[in-house]
């Protein structure tokens, strides 16, 4: 009888399963974890490096224990989905009337995709072991991935603090199923960093005070996607052309050497999300920017916030074309939009002096 058909061995049944659903990665954990996880989360949340992420500091007990969240857990089933590119993610970074979006928002939300599987496999497991209690998540409720893929052998955070797999590189998305089925769990994965440090001298914006410390009040993607209000003005210069997330820390870890590009069609990147033309971006209204991100993550952050990334791209262009499109959006209705949108008219102004 083959190992995944074996019912006195589970791990290798769910392993078999995750992989036929599409999961690059599976690892087993028991539901607990170390003291130094929530200390170092404290330190962070204490040092205001979480920025204006308020939910980062909410239930703290609850997302440095999984057992505090739901008590009955017994083991964690870690899970990751490959989107390794094809291609350069920051081959756009020097084209100066385009802009640059993270690689994992190119196409569909990968919230989306990788739920329905973690679903279809939690179905599975309790039709394979009626009785069994399970919760699924993905980037929801208070939840450590990271660590928890850790401690599942999956890989190990990187000193630019994301997970890093010997087989996949930076480009993982996580998901848990927290279970009250027993599993023994698989040994953590060791730091394979070294000397290396790749990914801290390439950040633009300097967000890593220390190696696997990261400030996200500097951080691209966080002042992309999660920063509300103004961009802070120094900070502008360094985000270049990078209007939704930055992968540049990602992009350059040596273990992406190993990663196979994936083949999954909801993350292969869509034409119009590659290198999209900054001045066509500029003039989204409300229902064009939903009709172009429709399914995508880039929705979540709505219009405003979004050309309001547009906009500091433009200021950060170089290219006397676009200070038309700024002026233009100098009158938007939004007042954060409208100031970055001055800002870069008077940038480009300056650079053509």
């Known amino acids: 009888m083959a190992a995944a058909e074996r019912p006195d061995d589970p791990r290798e049944a769910i392993r078999a399963e995750a992989r036929r659903l599409g999961f690059d990665a599976v690892g087993f954990a028991e539901a607990r974890l170390p003291e130094e996880v929530r200390a170092r989360l404290e330190s962070f949340l204490a040092a205001g490096m979480h920025g204006g992420m308020a939910w980062m500091a909410e239930r703290v007990a609850q997302r440095a224990d999984p057992r505090a969240l739901w008590p009955e857990a017994a083991s964690v089933v870690a899970l990751g989905v490959s989107y390794a590119p094809a291609d350069d993610p920051l081959a756009t970074l020097p084209l100066r009337d385009r802009a640059t979006i993270s690689a994992y928002a190119r196409n569909r939300d990968y919230h989306d995709v990788v739920k329905k599987r973690l679903k279809a496999l939690a179905r599975w497991m309790v039709e394979r072991w009626p009785g069994t209690d399970l919760k699924v998540f993905v980037?929801?409720?208070?939840?450590?991935?990271?660590?928890?893929?850790?401690?599942a052998g999956i890989g190990w955070q990187g000193k630019h603090t994301n997970l890093v797999s010997r087989a996949h590189g930076s480009w993982l998305f996580l998901g848990e199923i927290y279970t009250t089925l027993r599993l023994p769990p698989d040994a953590p994965?060791?730091?394979?960093?070294?000397?290396?440090?790749?990914?801290?001298?390439?950040c633009p914006t300097g967000a890593f005070p220390a190696p696997y410390l990261l400030d996200a009040r500097r951080c691209v993607s966080y002042l992309t996607i999660e920063?509300?209000?103004?961009?802070p003005h120094d900070l502008r210069p360094a985000m270049g052309n990078r209007i939704y997330g930055c992968d540049d820390c990602l992009a350059v870890c040596p273990w992406n050497k190993f990663a196979r590009a994936h083949a999954e069609p909801a993350f292969l990147p869509r034409a119009a999300l590659t290198a999209p033309r900054l001045a066509e971006l500029a003039a989204l209204d409300d229902?064009?920017?939903?009709?172009?991100?429709?399914?995508s993550p880039i929705k979540r952050i709505g219009r405003n916030r979004f050309v309001r990334n547009v906009a500091v791209a433009i200021g950060n262009s170089g290219d006397p074309a676009l200070r038309p499109v700024a002026q233009a959006l100098a009158e938007d209705a939004d007042p954060v939009v409208a100031e970055a949108a001055r800002w870069a008219a008077e940038r480009l102004l300056e650079e053509a002096a």
Do not use: W, Y
Not at 189 to 202: A, K, T, V
């Open 287 to 295: 229902a064009a920017f939903r009709a172009l991100f429709s399914g």
């Open 139 to 151: 980037d929801t409720a208070p939840v450590m991935e990271k660590p928890l893929a850790h401690r």
């Open 227 to 231: 920063h509300h209000g103004p961009i």
């Open 189 to 202: 994965e060791q730091d394979h960093c070294g000397s290396c440090r790749r990914c801290l001298d390439i």
